[in-house]
């Protein structure tokens, strides 16, 4: 007979598998055991042994035909009927030769016989059970880790069908806060056995974390993965693992996340709305909208805009108003994608735009040709062109309309003043009263400074023109009358 082309040391593997915690060694024991058909009681029972570091540990199940192939107990990456059922836990035939790796001693027995592990190596032997398998066996474990696994043997989330028991005590089966289908990636045996990712529809369940719990991917309930999440995400199939079975990609992850989330949002507090997690899966394309907006507004307010960097006294009327600017840093380039896909929030310029006397597209204004001026409203032209070179030290043109669909009494800018008759009215040039002429004017010019009303640089030129008005009044009295 032919050598096998590989040889696995025992002791490298024990030291591949030290950091993973010795809770794995139940997990993938109790796995095993509810993959087996008909099963219906799990008993595991774990016994530390006085003064050395091992614990005695057993693991009994009821399947009417018990372990399907005792080959798989020591033939590492052997063809596994696993493979080709997505909906079974576990894969590569692995599981049982890490938990080997860590045993002094250890046998299985099932309906088919019994192979025993022990300081001469393996051995068949012809005792069976009459029903289910049993796995006997010394694992390594100290006091504190001993403690550990019986801790967090309680994660476990039972199937309902299964009565599981840990020393004496059932694993209390959970009921899902919620439980919804939604297609995702797992792993799959192809027509010549290859393990590849494929993706199906699968069942979820959401779960709450009990006291001591962190929150993480299941894989048909057994804990998999920690998130750090909310909730438990139970994944009713293969969950795509690295070899190490010990994470997932982060677009699996923020898928995901975000499937959860589709239903769960209206659970979230405004905390936990603005946490990395939720951030992730707002980033997501599985996100419908009425997710993406319950999570943006709880995370930012119900009233928040877009910061709009074309309009930025927009934003500043905004934020005086009371609503939230949101700006780019806030959010991932993902996110902001299915923000402004599913219009969840506007830019604050089409929310408290700014007035724009000359907006690009705008009807023309019609001017009043200076010929047709009155003498009252040549006194007020006068006033104002004498006004702008005493203030602001050039000249300014002054110009005048009369459109009443113009929704602007005057605007300045390009050193030009615009007076609207149609909005002052007839009167206000032919009764012209100093103070009103003097408000518009100190209003307008500061423009020539800063066009955003709402800055502190506009009152601050508002404040320096009062001063000149002043010099201004006491030097040419006479100016200031007409």
């Known amino acids: 007979m032919p050598k096998s082309w590989f040889e696995a040391d025992k002791e490298g593997l024990a030291q591949l598998v030290a950091d993973r915690g010795k809770s794995f060694v139940i997990f993938e024991l109790v796995q095993n055991a509810w993959d087996e ?94 029903t289910g398998s049993v796995f006997n066996g010394r694992v390594r474990m100290t ?28 694993v209390p089966y959970r009921k899902p806060v919620f439980a919804g289908r939604c297609t995702l990636d797992t792993m799959r045996s192809d027509d010549e ?46 969950v795509p693992l690295n070899m190490d079975r010990d994470n997932v990609t982060p677009a699996y992850l923020r898928k995901l996340r975000a499937e959860v989330l589709s239903y769960m949002h209206v659970d979230l507090t405004e905390e936990e709305a603005a946490t990395p997690w939720v951030h992730d899966a707002l980033g997501s394309k599985v996100l419908p909208a009425r997710a993406v907006t319950s999570i943006f507004r709880k995370r930012f307010g119900d009233k928040a805009v877009i910061y709009d960097p074309s309009d930025l006294e927009a934003n500043a009327r905004s934020a005086a108003q009371g609503r939230p600017i949101v700006r780019g840093g806030s959010l991932s380039k993902e996110a902001w994608a299915n923000v402004r896909e599913h ?51 050039f000249d300014v043109r002054v110009e005048v309309t009369e459109d009443v669909t113009w929704g602007f009494a005057a605007a300045y800018g390009n050193r030009t003043l615009t007076l609207n008759m149609g909005r002052l009215g007839k009167a206000w040039f032919q009764e012209a009263k100093v103070q009103d002429v003097v408000d518009l004017l100190v209003h307008e010019y500061a423009h020539q400074f800063e066009s955003n009303h709402l ?25 200031f009358k007409f």
């Not at 991917?217 to 998999?224: K, L, S, T």
């Open 37 to 130: 058909a008909g099963v219906t009681q799990v008993v595991v029972e774990l016994t530390k042994v006085p003064g050395r570091p091992y614990a005695d540990l057993v693991v009994k199940d009821d399947a009417p035909e018990g372990f399907s192939d005792l080959a798989h107990a020591f033939t590492l990456f052997g063809k596994s009927d696993k493979k080709t059922n997505p909906e079974q836990r576990g894969r590569f035939n692995l599981g049982e030769k890490l938990v080997l790796a860590i045993c002094e001693e250890a046998s299985i027995t099932t309906t088919k016989g019994t192979v025993v592990f022990d300081k001469e190596g393996r051995h068949r032997m012809r005792n069976k059970t009459e």
């Open 193 to 238: 056995g290859v393990l590849r990712r494929t993706r199906r529809e699968t069942r979820v369940e959401v779960y709450e974390p009990l006291e001591g719990e962190k929150a993480s991917i299941y894989e048909m309930g057994i804990p998999v993965v920690e998130t750090g999440d909310k909730w438990h995400i139970n994944v009713c199939q293969k």
């Open 455 to 479: 800055s502190e640089k506009y009152y601050q030129a508002i404040s320096r023109l009062a001063g000149l008005w002043v010099k201004a009044a006491l030097e040419h009295p006479e100016r």
């Open 143 to 170: 006091q504190p880790e001993f403690e550990e696994v019986c801790r967090e043997v309680q994660f476990l989330l039972p199937p309902k069908t299964i009565t599981t028991r840990f020393n004496g005590e059932r």
């Open 343 to 393: 219009k969840v929030a506007l830019p604050a310029g089409q929310v408290t735009p700014t007035p724009k006397p000359f907006s690009p597209g705008g009807k023309p204004l019609k001017f009043i040709d200076p010929i047709d001026y009155t003498l009252e409203m040549l006194a007020v032209v006068g006033f104002c062109l004498w006004a702008a070179e005493e203030l602001l030290g």
